[in-house]
């Protein structure tokens, strides 16, 4: 909490439970152990020498009580003293709140722990029964569909303000640029860390809904699966927290590439290795109909950003190269963070001009969306995770990119000029689902048109 400004809430509490040793690693330096030693192990041995006289049970089962209670009587009556001052302190400053410690860990503990109480977890939900391409079949039709083949990458911790797409005036996105991509400025993600953004976006229900269900349900790919698509998701991170379940996954974290892969993680590079052997392993009857492949990224994953970009992708120096960015200057750890989004620049980019290699098979398009924010050092915060509430912008401010090929534009009878000129409106994790049914043209009744960020660009619907 004090090195990077966090603080243990609920949500903290279950990206501990749902990390891996890579990621966690990452945070046990020496300055943390260093930590440890001064503020815990020292007064722990220092208490643990006191004398202590335990006197017999009978004393004490009359003096324990009566000790507790005075304690409690003097807290009520001090709390009681200066209340209305307390109370407006406390209204006025919500984040006071999450650093109660360690009455606010223990808080979210027990709201963890009761999450299974709230919420029927042993059933999931079925949506969207009806869902079908009912305005693409090739039936009593003279010109075959072409399928479509959409990449759907999910980036990790990119922020918006640091895309030059978006007006930054560091060149991190130079390739995208060159691309014709259209890049949405005002973009906002559902929650403040991969745990609470990922099941939210793929879910049909808005970031309120979602907080409150009382049941599961299922996500957007079972849904493309249950239309007839084929659907791949590939993950270079610590998994799709239960997105993928349903669909064909595959993890490449693990995989053996000497350029790509150390230490048990590997580059996004990595992702577009052996990809024409994936999707051909797809059953070919789904892919006549269409394919959705989503790439899960380690992105500009933190705190050790130096790690997410090979050497020749390094623009900005000198990088911040430890995890305990406090002791880094802040100009050294943007440049660590600004090369980690040149390389997704790069990334991006090169899933692009694969997407053109496939055009005599399929029309391909892609779109980019990352899963939240970060900060910085901003207000002496950094990383993510904040709860949603008092978490600054950085963490919630994303980049959401379009690319489209000329037939993938053709055939969806959108317009990219009309899109870039749309590019300013306000949209969100909310709008995700229903942008990605409707550029596969899937029909179904859970789709909502005011919530599908395309759908003002579409000369026919
Ligand atoms: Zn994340």
């Not at 398009?365 to 901003?378: F, I, K, P, Q, T």
Request: charged letters at 20%; glycine letters at 6%.
């Amino acid at each position: 909490m004090t090195s990077y400004g966090v603080v243990i809430d609920t949500s903290m509490l279950i990206n501990v439970m749902q990390t891996d040793t890579a990621e966690a690693s990452a945070f046990l330096d020496g300055h943390l152990l260093t930590r440890l030693m001064l503020m815990a192990v020292v007064p722990a041995i220092f208490v643990w020498l006191q004398p202590i006289d335990y006197g017999t049970m009978r004393r004490q089962l009359w003096k324990n009580p009566f000790v507790a209670l005075c304690a409690l009587v003097i807290v009520v009556a001090v709390i009681l003293s200066g209340f209305q001052r307390l109370a407006s302190t406390m209204r006025n400053h919500k984040d006071l709140r999450y650093l109660l410690n360690p009455l606010a860990s223990m808080y979210g503990l027990a709201r963890m722990a009761m999450g299974p109480l709230e919420r029927d977890e042993s059933t999931i939900v079925p949506i969207a029964l009806d869902a079908g391409q009912a305005g693409r079949t090739n039936e009593g039709n003279s010109t075959p569909i072409r399928p479509r083949l959409l990449l759907l990458v999910l980036g990790e911790t990119a922020r918006s303000a640091n895309f030059s797409l978006n007006g930054y005036e560091r060149p991190t996105t130079t390739a995208l640029e060159q691309q014709g991509v259209v890049s949405f400025t005002n973009v906002w993600s559902c929650g403040t860390s991969t745990a609470e953004s990922l099941p939210c976006m793929f879910s049909h229900l808005s970031r309120h809904e979602f907080g409150v269900r009382k049941v599961n349900y299922e996500n957007l790919l079972d849904v493309l699966q249950r239309a007839g698509l084929a659907v791949l998701w590939l993950d270079n991170q610590s998994g799709c927290k239960g997105v993928c379940d349903r669909v064909p996954h595959v993890s490449t974290g693990k995989s053996v590439d000497s350029d790509l892969c150390k230490d048990n993680e590997c580059q996004d590079g990595i992702l577009l290795s052996g990809l024409d052997e994936r999707l051909a392993a797809l059953d070919p009857a789904r892919r006549a109909r269409g394919t959705v492949i989503v790439m899960h990224q380690m992105g500009s994953h933190g705190p050790a950003y130096f790690r997410r970009s090979p050497e020749k992708f390094k623009t900005f120096h000198p990088e911040c190269t430890t995890s305990a960015l406090q002791v880094c200057s802040r100009d050294m750890v943007l440049n660590a963070y600004d090369n980690s989004i040149v390389y997704t620049d790069h990334f991006l980019s090169s899933a692009i001009d694969w997407l053109r290699h496939k055009a005599p098979q399929a029309d391909g398009a892609m779109l980019y969306v990352s899963d939240h924010g970060e900060s910085l050092g901003e207000s002496n915060l950094y990383l993510h995770g904040l709860p949603y509430a008092i978490a600054p912008d950085v963490q919630k401010h994303i980049p959401w990119v379009t690319w489209m090929s000329a037939q993938f534009e053709e055939s969806l009878g959108i317009s990219l000029e009309c899109l870039g000129r749309q590019r300013h409106l306000r949209v969100t994790h909310d709008n995700y689902f229903h942008s990605i049914l409707g550029l596969m043209d899937v029909s179904t009744s859970v789709y909502e048109t005011e919530l599908d960020a395309y759908a003002l660009c579409r000369k026919r619907l």
